[in-house]
């Protein structure tokens, strides 16, 4: 016991020691919640449209103000109007505006005529999810260009869904606290685990350790308590004030602290015994920090942090079964946004359980071999 | 079976990675506070056979006791023992040279006042006890050394093994660590063993010697000893301008009285005579005789090097050609004993 606390009462100071790693261990994830909550917000906004109105009948002013009640509200686009269709359209082609949406002559009068009416819409179609959502906007605001101003008693029978939301309102900003909360673990398994094995084996550390009475389990029992405090340590902060950051409330529970708690924990234990496995047979250093951007991207855009699982192909869907950060993030989202109590996460935790246990063995058993 | 005070007995020691044998049926026994070192060029075996007695490998074939415990039945019996310097630095940066010490203590179960005791001595012994708060960082080369062998004495261990101490070190720091080995060594009644390929250092710190080239053992005996079992008591080194030369001049020199034997390296000729001062102008004109051009020549007596030409034909070289891991020093496939 004397051996295993002095390997873990080093490994911290180490970790202490070092400032510039323990700043960039709980401020990166944290940068990374700003830039990525403030750049990729879920919703789109302000996407400058131009129109050219070539009608100027009834019916276009009303697609017009269709439109730009749309700007004024959910300011999805920036209405720019013009009064020349090639201007519009090397506007498009420059990239001054996402679309341009021409209103040919005799919009209205096809309206009435029920024809068939037209309009043109030339999008920037290499920007797939602005031209994605101008299109649909288009596409309501036309369909709502027939609807007559009625008395609200002569309105026709309308089917209509009511939104019932089940869970306090939740935006896009703090949607990201659970990923980035396992990206700071997965920093801190890196960092404060995998580095520490492969930096004190290129420096002969841990062979002149194994000349002293101290076992391997010794050595790799330390490395793994050591790097579960610091990583705990990091996750707490991280999520601390990411919270504060999002504004997510703190009024959580015991059992919802427990569970949070708990999650953190085993997370940290799942992606240590991850990472000793992939990179516990490195002999360079470099090596972690060459792999540990490439990992991050493997681990983290798979586990349903920024984008819903179920709208991933079906091969990344098998990826994700048996990534350990997607039952990570389904939990803390489960337990943060929807205070779920442990009978909803319990599968997540019993992934985590046997995933930990199968990298450990495969951990311990590279060990004896490279060790 | 060696004698009781015998620390170190190995028999019949091999180490093959697969068809090579880098360690070849070795035999020797240290007795108790002797001071024995392994002399040889890179890649001839010693830090094979340190790792083989110290617990890090497992003997192919053969026996080493270290201690009283057999290597292999009982490495971690032996590691209690024994204290180790490895050939890299090997103390943590991070860490004070306080808590370096510390943490080998702990390693061994010392309870902390003995501890506290036993490494404010050692730093006493060191010198460095002003910088024992500093972290290991700030020290240079020669300050790291010291405190990785006061590091694994903090257990006071029966046999000290050192594996080429002084490598990379600058002249000074090198001769104050050897001060301080014999300083540990009366202070503890310490056994030492030592692999060296610095000459100096082999000669003026170990009572006996063994001289190792391609895993085998090929003399071992007091650097005295060794030295006066050499024939003749000068060397006569001579360069010749052209190596065709070479063969012509050495068959004609070694038909000379006062010459005793010849080794040829290249384009210099290594003669060893008896009393060179007065024989070194016959030995010149027998050269000329001979069609020899000299381009430069020198006298000196006989040193370790000369001991090392003799018995193995060449000078210690560096190997070239394998490559060498820096930080485990022998740089074959390796399988730990656990």
């Known amino acids: 016991m004397t051996r295993l606390l002095a390997i873990i009462e080093r490994d911290i100071k180490k970790f202490v020691r070092n400032p510039i790693v323990v700043i ?81 002559p005799g919009f209205t009068k096809s309206a009435n005529l029920r024809k068939e009416p037209d309009v043109g819409l030339f999008l920037d179609n290499t920007d797939t999810v602005s031209s994605i959502a101008i299109k649909a906007l288009v596409n309501s605001a036309l369909n709502s260009v027939r609807e007559e101003h009625v008395p ?36 801190g398994t890196m960092t404060a685990g995998v580095f520490n094995l492969v930096m004190d084996r290129f420096l002969g550390i841990d062979e002149s350790y194994l000349l002293t009475p101290l076992s391997k389990t010794d050595i790799v029992s330390g490395l793994v308590i050591s790097g579960l405090f610091i990583t705990t340590l990091i996750a707490f902060v991280v999520l601390i004030v990411s919270m504060l950051i999002t ?30 496995v992939i990179l516990g047979r490195a002999t360079h250093p470099r090596i972690v920090g060459l792999s540990s951007g490439f990992l991050n991207v493997i681990f983290f855009f798979p586990s349903g942090a920024i984008y819903p699982i179920e709208s991933f192909p079906a091969w990344l869907r098998a990826f994700a079964k048996v990534n350990p950060e997607a039952y990570a993030v389904h939990a803390l989202k489960s337990v943060l946004f929807k205070g779920a109590g442990l009978d909803v996460i319990l599968g997540d935790i019993i992934f985590l359980l046997i995933f930990t246990n199968v990298m450990m063995v495969i951990a311990i058993l590279s060990f004896k071999r490279t060790m | 079976m060696a004698g009781i005070n015998n620390i170190i007995e190995v028999s019949g020691l091999v180490k093959k990675f697969g068809s090579l044998a ?99 001595n050692l730093f006493e012994i060191i010198g460095l006890s002003n910088r024992q708060n ?29 594996d080429e101490p002084t490598i990379g070190l600058d002249p000074q720091s090198r001769r104050a660590v050897w001060e301080f080995l014999e300083k540990f060594r009366k202070e503890y009644s310490l056994t030492i063993f030592l692999s060296t390929h610095y000459m100096e250092e082999a000669e003026s710190l170990c009572d006996r010697l063994a001289i190792i080239d391609n895993g085998k053992i090929i003399v071992l005996d007091s650097p005295d000893r060794l030295k006066s079992e050499l024939p003749g008591n000068d060397i006569i080194h001579l360069t010749l301008s052209d190596l065709s030369m070479i063969s012509p001049v050495e068959d004609k020199i070694k038909g000379l009285a006062f010459v005793h034997n010849v080794v040829a390296e290249g384009e210099d000729l290594r003669v060893f005579v008896e009393n060179g001062a007065v024989n070194f102008t016959p030995l010149l004109e027998s050269v000329k005789e001979a069609g020899g051009i000299v381009n430069s020549v020198g006298i000196h007596q006989l040193s370790m090097e000369d001991v090392f030409i003799h018995h193995t034909g060449k000078s210690i070289r560096e190997e070239g050609g394998k490559k060498v891991n820096f930080f485990v020093g022998a740089g074959l496939p390796q399988k730990l004993s656990r």
């Open chain 1, 24 to 104: 960039m261990s709980l401020v990166m994830p944290i940068v990374y919640l700003v830039i990525l909550g403030n750049s990729f917000q879920g919703k789109l906004k302000g996407l400058p449209l131009a129109i050219v109105d070539q009608d100027s009948g009834i019916y276009s002013r009303r697609l017009i103000d269709n439109l730009r009640a749309v700007e004024a509200g959910a300011r999805t686009v920036s209405i720019h109007m013009l009064n020349d269709q090639n201007a519009a359209l090397t506007g498009v082609r420059n990239g001054v505006y996402k679309s341009a949406l021409i209103i040919p």
């Open chain 1, 152 to 187: 609200v008693r002569d309105k026709p029978y309308e089917f209509y869904a009511r939104n019932i939301e089940l869970y306090s309102m939740v935006d896009y900003y703090q949607t990201l606290v659970p990923g980035v909360v396992i990206m700071a673990i997965f920093l």
């Open chain 1, 247 to 276: 504004g997510i409330p703190f009024s959580k529970g015991i059992e919802q602290m427990f569970s949070i708690f708990m999650i953190i924990v085993l997370t940290t234990l799942a992606l240590l015994s991850l990472m000793f």
């Open chain 2, 22 to 120: 880098a360690v070849d049926g070795v035999t020797f026994d240290v007795p108790e506070g002797e001071f024995f070192g392994f002399l040889g060029p890179n890649g001839a075996g010693k830090t094979t056979l340190i790792r083989m007695l110290t617990t890090l490998l497992k003997p192919t074939g053969g026996r080493a006791v270290v201690a009283g415990i057999d290597v292999s039945a009982s490495p971690q019996e032996v590691r209690k023992k024994i204290g180790v310097v490895p050939q890299a630095l090997t103390s943590d940066l991070d860490l004070t040279g306080y808590e370096n010490m510390d943490l080998y203590g702990r390693f061994y179960s010392i309870p902390s006042r003995e501890r506290r005791e036993k490494i404010k």
């Open chain 2, 134 to 162: 500093d972290l290991v960082a700030t020290y240079s080369g020669g300050m790291r050394r010291r405190l990785e062998i006061a590091r694994v004495l903090v257990h006071a261990p029966t046999v000290l093994f050192l």
